[in-house]
């Protein structure tokens, strides 16, 4: 049996998934929403098999395949969570109802993180500067370019963007001190 270097480990995966790269991003495409989707699944399922030794794989390719469909699925779990979050952050901006869920179909481990998350985001959003987390609001809640956003505040586009990256960071931040894991990412 051939032993292989790490070195020798990577070039191997590099090849395999560059022999087969339209067929294994046609198959993702089945899967997951758009060509960057199944693009960035493609490198993230590199970087995983890279630590593979592939003569502990039977079917290499069959293996390559899993990995980039486990990668596909994971994504989409992760992706629905944080809709769900998304989901009830803009009934909590909107509207003053507790409990209200626009999905009854998550479960109720989802549907209390989401709570926890969105109370986290909401204050966080609250924190902001006034222009920012209206530009912050107007952007992610009622889908405004940023161009309209601008003509609202009467700011440049420029500005909206810095706003708009200014209260994602600001949220990031606040989710990471209170150590909340979204999506995949949970143990």
């Not at 989901?87 to 009854?104: H, I, P, W």
């Not at 405004?144 to 505040?153: D, G, M, P, T, V």
């Not at 994602?168 to 143990?187: E, L, M, P, T, Y």
């Amino acid at each position: 049996m051939q032993r292989y270097s790490e070195c020798d480990s990577n070039h191997f995966w590099a090849a395999m998934i560059r022999a087969d790269y339209d067929g294994l991003k046609r198959f993702l495409l089945r899967r997951v929403s758009d060509m960057d989707d199944a693009s960035d699944i493609v490198q993230d399922a590199y970087i995983r098999l890279s630590v593979v030794e592939p003569e502990k794989v039977c079917n290499a390719r069959a293996y390559m395949f899993r990995t980039a469909a486990n990668l596909a699925t994971n994504r989409r779990i992760r992706d629905q969570r944080r809709r769900l979050v998304m989901d009830e952050f803009a009934v909590m901006m909107r509207s003053d109802q507790e409990g209200y869920y626009s999905r009854a179909s998550y479960q109720p481990e989802d549907l209390l993180q989401a709570r926890h998350v969105s109370g986290v985001v909401a204050e966080a959003i609250r924190a902001l500067p006034k222009k920012c987390r209206q530009a912050f609001i107007l952007h992610r809640f009622y889908p405004y370019s940023y161009a309209r956003i601008a003509k609202e505040l009467d700011v440049t586009v420029s500005s909206v963007e810095k706003y708009i990256a200014k209260a994602v960071a600001h949220c990031k931040k606040a989710i990471q001190a209170n150590h909340i894991q979204v999506g995949s990412d949970r143990k």
